[in-house]
């Protein structure tokens, strides 16, 4: 007797293949078989049957770029649908930007920079990766979720002075954090220079920071300097962050901004490819033609 059953769905397995009529059993949380609806010489017995007519069934989505570090400590609502799962999501790619929950404890610090303030102030209270991941652990989550490292996050924990590049030894101690994060559970780091909280970290200080990731096969998605009339050198910049690192590279949200830019991103997806013979770099982009912050 099989745990679960999900019977004549129209399945769309991820892998490219057409949309077929299926059957799917699982078994303790796991797939267990996947079989042709028509084959009905082998009625599979299940505790729960779900009828699928007319129904899709896909694997869950996965949403690569995410501020959700917050939203992922709420319990699920009873009387309403999640904002994830209602849309088939269930795995979360949180801490970009440089915006992450951790490591930052909100109460060492005096100010709380935009754009860390998409988040409650209330809500910075992990010291480290391993607090955060521990609470949610705690919950369980709705969702899987995939945390990365906030360079802002880090410049608003070690830099008295925002304005000005990291020294040397608050470099270290931002990669040091980077390190300690990745053996914790964090995935990577993110940073977002286009925002002022980040703006005056150079290129080295970039490197110096992320370094850790190469080690440890951390991931490095970055929020660009410039997404307009200087995006060529943003891109380049970001290239060679990757490459210093040692790092696989994600360009978040690509896009090309300002009437002015109009049909440049012909240009910028040329220059991605040509990167992405020499290292590991991809990108993201949203499916929709405006933006927020």
């Keep these: 007797m099989h745990d679960l059953l ?27 078989e996947i079989r042709d609806a028509e084959d009905s010489g082998r009625p599979a017995d299940a505790r729960q ?17 995410t501020h959700d570090d917050a939203l992922m400590l709420e319990r699920a609502p009873l009387d309403r649908a999640h904002p994830k799962l209602s849309q088939g999501v269930t795995t979360v790619v949180t ?20 754009p860390l303030n998409l988040l409650e102030r209330e809500a910075f209270r992990f010291s480290s990766m391993a607090a955060y991941l521990n609470a949610l652990a705690a919950q369980p989550p709705v969702c899987n979720v995939a945390a990365l490292v906030g360079h802002t996050s ?23 954090d980077v390190g300690a994060a990745l053996r914790q559970g964090a995935w990577g780091l993110s940073t977002g220079v286009f925002y002022p909280p980040a703006r005056a970290a150079t290129t080295n200080e970039l490197i110096a920071v992320a370094r850790p990731l190469g080690q440890a096969g951390g991931l ?40 002015a830019n109009h049909g440049r991103s012909s240009e910028t997806l040329a220059l991605i490819e040509a990167a992405s013979l020499q290292q590991d770099v991809c990108l993201d982009c949203y499916p929709y033609d405006a933006s927020s912050t």
């Design 49 to 65: 049957v779900v009828a699928c007519d007319g129904l899709v069934l896909a694997p869950g989505f996965i949403d690569v770029h």
């Design 6 to 32: 999900f019977r004549g769905a129209r399945l769309i397995d991820g892998s490219g293949s057409p949309a077929r009529l299926a059957d799917v059993v699982v078994d303790a949380g796991l797939i267990a």
């Design 95 to 114: 801490g970009n930007c440089g915006i992450s929950l951790a490591p930052l404890d909100a109460s060492a610090v005096r100010d709380l920079p935009a």
């Design 154 to 176: 880090l410049r608003v924990k070690h830099l008295p002075d925002l304005g000005r590049e990291a020294t040397e030894a608050q470099a270290e101690a931002m990669a040091a």
């Design 220 to 259: 490095l998605t970055m929020h660009i300097r410039d997404d307009a009339a200087h995006i060529e050198a943003a891109l380049q910049e970001a290239f060679d962050v990757g490459r210093g690192a040692n790092a696989p590279l994600v360009i978040s949200h690509h896009k090309v901004s300002g009437q």
